[in-house]
């Protein structure tokens, strides 16, 4: 039985959360390690759980450019795909940004460019979408690969070329120095998840979550409010710098580290802590209905990429201090870097789950 089964008061879209939800608390101190060690350095933007075949794909700084497939029951490797020398040919790719999984295999994106490799690692097709600046998200809708734009977002129609749903195919950043900045801003906070026929984008600096359905009009999905309290916070905590020589540099703390769906079909939303407390929210689609996740100890290089049954996913760093040589000297230093998958415990803290 699932923790978060019928979770929840139920809202109209848009409408205020309550009060007191359930609250869902990770054990860090508990799980199992599905592969790992300081050899290891995973790309958390890579991360993604196929539920179906029992797989978490990420990319690994081995081979920045391929995509690992490793089993949830014993971390052996059970796919390989892209890799090779960076590049502009077929299948190939300059940096790796973000992975999905199709129908038919791995969807990976790079700036520019979305290469969708088969489950037996042929290339099946690449596809150039008309959106600024590069994609920063990427789903399958409907089997075919999507990113999102500042509003709304753009597919792959059949004939390979971009097709809009609630915004603008082939959108273009304002030239002038401000409101291209500020463009860049909100479409690198954008988060997105698919689910079959429904895509869902969140704007990471408004806080609006919308459902994006072919042949319908787009729909508002209320976000949980202890979860936007908290996002708002971290956006508030954002701040900027200007050089002597004028230069602007804006240093960025998103307000949402990710958006996934779990096993159940249930939307997750993460932030950061850094220093315990609410992590996310586990949403249902159709209601709004939420419970809260939280974190209980401090989850330091710790990230959320899938949530099954009564567990969670996680990329973490080691716990552990290392010791590094600064200016000839020994230092012990904790690492961000995440070189560890696990799979960990969720308990219900406190709360009732609604009827």
Known sequence: MRLWSGVVVALAAGAPS???????????????????????????????????????LVSESADPLAVMAYSLDDGSVQGVFGGGPAGDGPGELTVMLETAVGPEGVLV???????????????LHQWRPTTPPYPSTLCALDGRPAVALQKGLVFRGDDGESVALGGEAGTRLEATPNSRYDADLS???????????????????SHVLMEYKMGAEPRLVAMPAELVEVARKRLESSYEEVSDQ?????????????????DDGRLVIT?????GGLAGAVVDRATGCYALLEERTDPFGLD?????????VTLESSRQPTTIVVDGKPRRTLTSEQSYIFVRPVRPASGEPCS
């Open 271 to 275: 932030t950061r802590t850094h220093t």
């Open 109 to 123: 994106s790079g700036p520019v460019r979305v290469l969708y490799w088969s489950w037996s690692g042929a290339l």
């Open 304 to 312: 959320y990429v899938g949530m099954f049954g009564d567990s969670v």
């Open 18 to 56: 309550a009060a007191t939800q359930q609250i869902l608390a990770v054990d860090l101190d508990a799980g199992r390690e599905i592969v790992g060690g300081f050899e290891y350095a995973f790309s958390y933007g890579t991360a993604v759980v196929d539920y179906g075949r029992r797989l978490v």
């Open 187 to 205: 479409y690198g906070a954008t988060r997105m998840a698919c689910a079959d026929s429904a895509a869902y984008v969140l704007d990471g600096t």
């Open 246 to 262: 004028g230069h602007r540099s804006f240093f960025f703390r998103e307000a949402y580290s990710d958006m996934f769906l779990a």
